[in-house]
């Protein structure tokens, strides 16, 4: 069982910055790929970024892409969410996510692990 937790969320203003950041709690081995999700009041939980764990590829939402940035460190068994250009419409909390094997990384039902979230404001 993979725990994940999220840190680096908090208010900040339009325009600005936030790093978020993901920390697997046991070794990384089984993991196929790692992404970002969000879920703002009243809407859907979305996909938001995802990297595959060992080759480093990434995927982006149409809405963040050119805007947030998703990295791995595989010493540190952490995944990282550098979001630049925040929009009010970022508000949302944030979850960190794994899957064990190949498919769509898009589509919720294929994570296996889900952080607890961690709230990201931005004010306008």
């Known amino acids: 069982q993979v725990q994940l937790v999220e840190s680096g969320g908090g208010l900040v203003q339009a325009g600005g910055s936030l790093r978020l950041s993901c920390a697997a709690s046991?070794?990384?081995?089984?993991?196929?790929?790692m992404g970002w999700f969000r879920q703002a009041p009243g809407k859907e939980r979305e996909f938001v970024a995802a990297i595959h764990w060992s080759g480093g590829t990434t995927f982006y939402a149409d809405s963040v892409k050119g805007r947030f940035t998703i990295s791995r460190d595989n010493a540190k068994r952490t995944v990282y969410l550098q979001m630049d250009s925040l929009k009010p419409e970022d508000t949302a909390v944030y979850y960190c996510a794994a899957k064990r094997s190949m498919g769509a990384v898009v589509f919720i039902v294929n994570y296996d692990y889900w952080g607890q979230g961690i709230q990201v404001t931005v004010s306008s």
């Open positions: 046991e070794r990384t081995s089984s993991i196929y790929a």
